[in-house]
């Protein structure tokens, strides 16, 4: 049986409340059965069993910032494909001249970062 | 039984905001903002606009809350003195909540007219089917210039982006 409309989303619901009550339910035994007794060397966070050291406050190198923003443009660009894979068939190839162009532009933005060096780690 | 997923949507978004401005860790305001997108993508699909849920989701949620927690992470959060920062510019901020607020019961004593009008998406939608489909056909005919403008936008982000950060890494 096919649903149509808005009911067609029940089964995402019920995939939604499922995986909620999993989630729920497994710290909720957890919690329930496991035996509690806390002490400051159990408590402390773990760091491949050596002594922490310093704070998890720490400041991270903004080249993880460059590559958040890259896949920040390059994912909004994916998207714009997804309705153009739909109905490609329908515009034909005014369409596919369009989304080269659209990519061409983009991979401009990508030579640029290459060029400059942005995708390269160093230390 | 629409009204009761509107309700309860809506109720987990309005509640989900209020927690990102009333946070005291700025790590769990960030977490209430993917509660916030996650139940306004939930509306959108209640709206028959699924390609936006879906981008709402894939953009938002996604890649702009990792941007959020990669600015976090840049700076130095505990040494900053938040509070002190933002009560500057309470003034200004209950001016601009005043008149979102006015605009907001603008619409709620328009009776939600805006609801029942049909834009050229809504007629379209009941012509030819699916949400992204529309999308698609007007995006790649009718509206090209705009989508051929968005590349050059995203272009201007990754070279602003390239150029900021290589620039602050020399001088550092």
Known sequence: MLLSGLSSYIPVLVFMAISGAIGFLMLLIGRLWRPSHPYKEKLSPYECGIEPEGDAWERVIPRYYVYAMLFLAFDVEALFLFPWAIVFDKIGWFAFIEMVLFIIVLLIGLVYAWAKGALDWRY | ?172
């Open chain 2, 1 to 172: 039984m629409i009204h009761l997923f509107f309700l309860m949507f809506s109720l987990i978004a309005v509640i989900a905001s209020w927690r990102v401005v009333a946070a005291k860790h700025i790590i769990h305001a960030v977490l209430w903002l993917v509660v916030t997108f996650f139940s306004t993508a939930c509306l959108f699909v209640m709206l028959g606009a699924e390609f936006l849920a879906a981008i709402q989701i894939l953009v938002y949620a996604g890649a702009i809350i990792i941007l959020y927690v990669f600015a976090i992470m840049l700076v130095n959060v505990k040494d900053l003195d938040i509070k002190a920062h933002f009560h500057k510019h309470r003034r200004l901020a209950k001016l601009l909540g005043l008149v979102i607020f006015a605009e907001l019961g603008l619409v709620f004593l328009q009776r939600f007219t805006f609801l029942q009008a049909k834009g050229p998406l809504a007629v379209q939608q009941a012509e030819w089917g699916g949400n992204s489909e529309v999308i698609g056909r007007l995006l790649y005919t009718d509206y090209i210039l705009p989508f051929e403008l968005a590349s050059i936008i995203l272009l201007v982000a990754i070279i602003g982006a390239v150029v900021l950060a290589i620039t602050q890494e020399k001088r550092a």
